[in-house]
């Protein structure tokens, strides 16, 4: 077992990047309360819903993934899911939904609320769930309900009809969100909006970036916090010099040798899926106590978007990773993987997505074997704790580390 | 024919898909399979190859389990357990649309599980009020058109595919029409219904439309229309339900149908009626009424439904057709189906129409708790009636 470093925590440095991260996500929460309490009208959106569109039009938006997340990882998200199970949801819908269903029903959770929605922006380009979550929100709260529909690619790249189609959508949706909140469109802002939020992403993803270094100057968990605000506020100056910072501060610890991992890192892994958010601590544990450190994830780059125009934006919105074909999916991770020399691949088969999980077996294989590392995978959930077992994932966090221990010695 | 020679070959194709298959071939015809829920059937029918649906089948499941976590729908593993086994040996193709998660993942494994038999993907559009979405869906079929080609397909032909597009609204309205007779004949048990609907899938239309006209000018006919009497209680005392849901093909669940006293006068399965609810227009371009076709499919919990359409749908067929109650066959890990329960399980108790769900999979062995369901569910009614 590696030493732990214990130190006192530190006060918050306003200029670190942690503060300013932190700071992003209590601000988002309040403009959004701050705007209904104004009388205007705010969305929930889905996470890969185009940004773009609602930062150009000034209209403030928080997002129901991230509420959900929260509220799972700050112990409620049992109790709303069984609220949303008592209202007839079957426990095999994905538990952000539940969860996010349930929120409408008692309008107050104290681990994170929001103000309920005038409208929502939905987006189907990270599974199809999303719209029939968003038909059951629009239906309850009786409020509209505008939709970018992005066909899974099956091909390796989006094709030009398909990059038609959701350009024709971006620009409906657009009138739409105009005509609901009375707001204007501005080509001016929105390629003011375009910059902001392409250097936010090239400053997240160089961020990202710097688990290639041996040892990482990262723990690969921080990302999994920090994601937030690339969810929620990448068209944001804030989040662009927050991002900034953060590269700045790893840069720094490249050059000291210091990490944010806080243990030595004897092994370098990537890790596959959402997070358990309920057991966020227990996944860590098993993982830090081994000095196995996460280098490599799909999830963090996600939320990293870099176009030059609008084609290329939706390009990039065609192409997130669930929208991908399993060949797109599995060499992108084969580049992160030979990237960050991960030795091990741990996948979280999560219950919640279906999408996500259901051809991951096949692809992690393929993964294993292109890489030549060794792939092990555990089943849990990103917010229904009822769907984990500590001792299976402690077994399986074990197996791996003993592979890639075994792999280290030649065996 | 009488009505039970048609009804007898109907169930001989139903249950037996693969004689089917063996048959078409035999006849030197190329077969292409579609797994659910909609696919261009009139192009691909148009273009000479005979469409058969794969909509799984009631297995254990074992080679799939290399592919598939446990909690993908059964329908779309049962299909690659099918493949792996080599049940769809001597067939062109497999489409499948992608239309819910389960059907995005079953396009990619089955690429890697059953190689040997290439993967034509429909990519539909949700937003489906929109021109572009059209724009979108035509450039699609035009790709499955030239891939069809590609496998031996003859050309693309506008001339073929209205006459495609005719036999299949004949088709269609001949579906309907059956439905709506087998409202007033409770002598048809759940099981013969089911039949007709499932053989509709694996038979030539050409064939499966006489077969139907035949049976409903039988059925026009006669009061029982020669049919034996149903060894349970008379037609009298069934009661009139309406089923949704994806498909509810189990034989030993439709037995218990029909022996708990239930008399299925329409449905909204996905397997079922929601196939032939909506026409292609003709006069125009044939491809262009393809793609209106599925632009105006409504009331469907694979198709973006925001006004959540389906329930208030449910509510106003279980009226007109004089139904007591509505039964939601409830595909295990079938998402779409999972959200549209609860709106309209509440549609139907604010309009006071008795409501079950009963949860079904290709897995399902242990059927005494939808027994136990479905008598509660029927005293329930007739109750209600006292």
Same mark, same amino acid.
């Given at each position: 077992?590696?030493?732990?470093?214990?130190?006192?925590?530190?006060?918050?440095?306003?200029?670190?990047?942690?503060?300013?991260?932190?700071?992003?996500?209590?601000?988002?929460?309040?403009?959004?309360?701050?705007?209904?309490?104004?009388?205007?009208?705010?969305?929930?959106?889905?996470?890969?819903?185009?940004?773009?569109?609602?930062?150009?039009?000034?209209?403030?938006?928080?997002?129901?993934?991230?509420?959900?997340?929260?509220?799972?990882?700050?112990?409620?998200?049992?109790?709303?899911?069984?609220?949303?199970?008592?209202?007839?949801?079957?426990?095999?819908?994905?538990?952000?939904?539940?969860?996010?269903?349930?929120?409408?029903?008692?309008?107050?959770?104290?681990?994170?609320?929001?103000?309920?929605?005038?409208?929502?922006?939905?987006?189907?380009?990270?599974?199809?769930?999303?719209?029939?979550?968003?038909?059951?929100?629009?239906?309850?709260?009786?409020?509209?309900?505008?939709?970018?529909?992005?066909?899974?690619?099956?091909?390796?790249e989006p094709g030009p009809d398909q990059i038609a189609?959701?350009?024709?959508?971006?620009?409906?949706?657009?009138?739409?969100?105009?005509?609901?909140?009375?707001?204007?469109?501005?080509?001016?802002?929105?390629?003011?909006?375009?910059?902001?939020?392409?250097?936010?992403?090239?400053?997240?993803?160089?961020?990202?970036?710097?688990?290639?270094?041996?040892?990482?100057?990262?723990?690969?968990?921080?990302?999994?916090?920090?994601?937030?605000?690339?969810?929620?506020?990448?068209?944001?100056?804030?989040?662009?010099?927050?991002?900034?910072?953060?590269?700045?501060?790893?840069?720094?610890?490249?050059?000291?040798?210091?990490?944010?991992?806080?243990a030595e890192e004897k092994h370098r892994f990537m890790?596959?899926?959402?997070?358990?958010?309920?057991?966020?601590?227990?996944?860590?544990?098993?993982?830090?106590?081994?000095?196995?450190?996460?280098?490599?994830?799909?999830?963090?780059?996600?939320?990293?978007?870099?176009?030059?125009?609008?084609?290329?934006?939706?390009?990039?919105?065609?192409?997130?990773?669930?929208?991908?074909?399993?060949?797109?999916?599995?060499?992108?991770?084969?580049?992160?993987?030979?990237?960050?020399?991960?030795?091990?691949?741990?996948?979280?088969?999560?219950?919640?997505?279906?999408?996500?999980?259901?051809?991951?077996?096949?692809?992690?294989?393929?993964?294993?074997?292109?890489?030549?590392?060794?792939?092990?995978?555990?089943?849990?959930?990103?917010?229904?704790?009822?769907?984990?077992?500590?001792?299976?994932?402690?077994?399986?966090?074990?197996?791996?580390?003993?592979?890639?221990?075994?792999?280290?010695?030649?065996? | 024919?009488?009505?039970?020679? !048609?009804?007898?070959? *109907?169930? +001989?194709?139903? @249950?037996? /898909?693969?004689?089917?298959?063996?048959?078409?071939? &035999?006849?030197?015809?190329?077969?292409?399979?579609?797994?659910?829920?909609?696919?261009?059937?009139?192009?691909?029918?148009?273009?000479?190859?005979?469409?058969?649906?794969?909509?799984?089948?009631?297995?254990?499941?074992?080679?799939?389990?290399?592919?598939?976590?446990?909690?993908?729908?059964?329908?779309?593993?049962?299909?690659?357990?099918?493949?792996?086994?080599?049940?769809?040996?001597?067939?062109?193709?497999?489409?499948?649309?992608?239309?819910?998660?389960?059907?995005?993942?079953?396009?990619?494994?089955?690429?890697?599980?059953?190689?040997?038999?290439?993967?034509?993907?429909?990519?539909?559009?949700?937003?489906?009020?929109?021109?572009?979405?059209?724009?979108?869906?035509?450039?699609?079929?035009?790709? !499955?058109?030239?891939? *069809?080609? +590609?496998?031996? @397909?003859? /050309?693309?032909?506008?001339?073929?595919?209205?006459? &495609?597009?005719?036999?299949?609204?004949?088709?269609?309205?001949?579906?309907?029409?059956?439905?709506?007779?087998?409202?007033?004949?409770?002598?048809?048990?759940?099981?013969?219904?089911?039949?007709?609907?499932?053989?509709?899938?694996?038979?030539?239309?050409?064939?499966?439309?006489?077969?139907?006209?035949?049976?409903?000018?039988?059925?026009?006919?006669?009061?029982?229309?020669?049919?034996?009497?149903?060894?349970?209680?008379?037609?009298?005392?069934?009661?009139?339900?309406?089923?949704?849901?994806?498909?509810?093909?189990?034989?030993?669940?439709?037995?218990?149908?029909?022996?708990?006293?239930?008399?299925?006068?329409?449905?909204?399965?996905?397997?079922?009626?929601?196939?032939?609810?909506?026409?292609?227009?003709?006069?125009?371009?044939?491809?262009?009424?393809?793609?209106?076709?599925?632009?105006?499919?409504?009331?469907?919990?694979?198709?973006?439904?925001?006004?959540?359409?389906?329930?208030?749908?449910?509510?106003?067929?279980?009226?007109?057709?004089?139904?007591?109650?509505?039964?939601?066959?409830?595909?295990?890990?079938?998402?779409?189906?999972?959200?549209?329960?609860?709106?309209?399980?509440?549609?139907?108790?604010?309009?006071?129409?008795?409501?079950?769900?009963?949860?079904?999979?290709?897995?399902?062995?242990?059927?005494?708790?939808?027994?136990?369901?479905?008598?509660?569910?029927?005293?329930?009614?007739?109750?209600?009636?006292?």
């Open positions: 077992m590696a030493e732990e470093v214990r130190k006192k925590p530190a006060p918050p440095d306003p200029d670190s990047a942690r503060f300013k991260l932190g700071a992003i996500i209590e601000k988002h929460y309040r403009e959004v309360h701050e705007a209904k309490a104004r009388g205007e009208k705010i969305g929930w959106c889905a996470s890969n819903f185009p940004q773009e569109i609602f930062q150009t039009l000034g209209v403030k938006v928080c997002y129901p993934e991230n509420q959900a997340a929260a509220i799972a990882a700050r112990g409620a998200g049992q109790k709303l899911c069984e609220i949303a199970e008592s209202e007839g949801y079957s426990n095999d819908i994905c538990a952000y939904a539940r969860i996010s269903l349930a929120y409408t029903r008692v309008k107050d959770v104290p681990e994170q609320n929001m103000p309920l929605p005038d409208f929502l922006l939905c987006c189907n380009n990270i599974c199809n769930c999303m719209i029939k979550w968003y038909e059951n929100l629009a239906e309850d709260l009786d409020i509209p309900l505008i939709l970018i529909d992005i066909p899974f690619n099956t091909g390796y189609y959701v350009k024709a959508q971006f620009m409906d949706a657009i009138s739409q969100l105009e005509r609901i909140t009375g707001t204007t469109w501005s080509e001016d802002r929105f390629r003011e909006v375009m910059d902001i939020s392409n250097r936010s992403s090239r400053a997240w993803l160089e961020a990202t970036g710097y688990t290639r270094y041996k040892p990482s100057p990262l723990s690969g968990f921080d990302l999994l916090n920090h994601m937030a605000v690339a969810v929620c506020a990448r068209g944001t100056v804030e989040a662009a010099e927050a991002f900034e910072t953060l590269v700045k501060e790893y840069k720094e610890a490249v050059e000291k040798g210091t990490s944010t991992f806080r890790f596959e899926g959402i997070a358990c958010w309920p057991h966020l601590r227990t996944t860590f544990s098993a993982l830090k106590n081994r000095g196995m450190n996460m280098v490599a994830t799909i999830y963090a780059d996600a939320f990293g978007q870099v176009y030059q125009d609008l084609d290329g934006l939706i390009r990039g919105y065609c192409s997130v990773p669930n929208a991908v074909n399993l060949e797109k999916a599995r060499d992108t991770r084969i580049g992160i993987v030979r990237k960050t020399g991960a030795e091990g691949l741990l996948v979280h088969t999560n219950r919640s997505c279906k999408l996500w999980s259901g051809f991951m077996q096949e692809m992690s294989k393929q993964i294993g074997e292109s890489c030549d590392i060794p792939v092990v995978s555990f089943d849990g959930d990103q917010a229904d704790p009822r769907n984990f077992s500590a001792a299976q994932y402690e077994t399986r966090v074990q197996g791996l580390a003993e592979l890639m221990e075994a792999r280290k010695k030649g065996e | 024919m009488t009505n039970q020679e !048609i009804l007898s070959v *109907l169930a +001989e194709a139903a @249950g037996n /898909p693969k004689k089917q298959l063996h048959h078409h071939l &035999s006849q030197g015809r190329k077969v292409v399979a579609l797994a659910p829920v909609y696919a261009p059937e009139e192009l691909i029918h148009s273009q000479g190859f005979v469409p058969m649906g794969a909509w799984g089948a009631d297995l254990e499941l074992q080679e799939a389990k290399a592919f598939f976590p446990a909690f993908i729908c059964s329908i779309t593993q049962s299909i690659v357990e099918l493949g792996i086994r080599g049940a769809y040996e001597g067939i062109h193709a497999m489409v499948i649309p992608t239309l819910c998660d389960s059907l995005k993942v079953l396009t990619q494994n089955w690429k890697h599980a059953v190689p040997s038999i290439p993967l034509i993907v429909t990519s539909y559009p949700q937003n489906r009020g929109i021109p572009a979405a059209q724009d979108y869906l035509k450039s699609g079929f035009v790709q !499955i058109s030239e891939k *069809l080609e +590609e496998l031996g @397909g003859t /050309p693309f032909s506008e001339e073929a595919l209205a006459k &495609s597009i005719d036999l299949y609204n004949r088709h269609r309205k001949a579906m309907r029409e059956l439905s709506s007779t087998l409202g007033k004949h409770p002598r048809i048990s759940a099981r013969q219904r089911s039949d007709i609907f499932k053989s509709a899938h694996f038979m030539r239309k050409e064939d499966h439309l006489e077969l139907v006209e035949g049976l409903i000018e039988g059925l026009s006919d006669q009061e029982s229309g020669g049919l034996p009497h149903r060894k349970e209680d008379g037609p009298a005392s069934r009661t009139r339900v309406i089923t949704t849901g994806i498909l509810a093909d189990h034989p030993r669940l439709l037995n218990i149908l029909d022996e708990t006293g239930f008399h299925l006068v329409a449905d909204d399965l996905a397997h079922e009626s929601r196939q032939y609810r909506t026409d292609a227009p003709t006069g125009g371009a044939p491809l262009d009424a393809l793609v209106e076709r599925f632009c105006k499919q409504q009331h469907c919990s694979v198709l973006f439904d925001p006004g959540k359409g389906r329930a208030s749908y449910l509510a106003d067929l279980a009226t007109r057709e004089n139904a007591r109650g509505v039964i939601y066959f409830m595909t295990k890990f079938c998402d779409p189906e999972e959200f549209d329960l609860v709106p309209v399980k509440r549609n139907c108790d604010a309009a006071g129409i008795p409501f079950l769900s009963i949860e079904v999979d290709r897995q399902m062995s242990n059927f005494s708790q939808a027994r136990t369901a479905l008598e509660t569910f029927k005293e329930m009614i007739e109750q209600r009636r006292m």
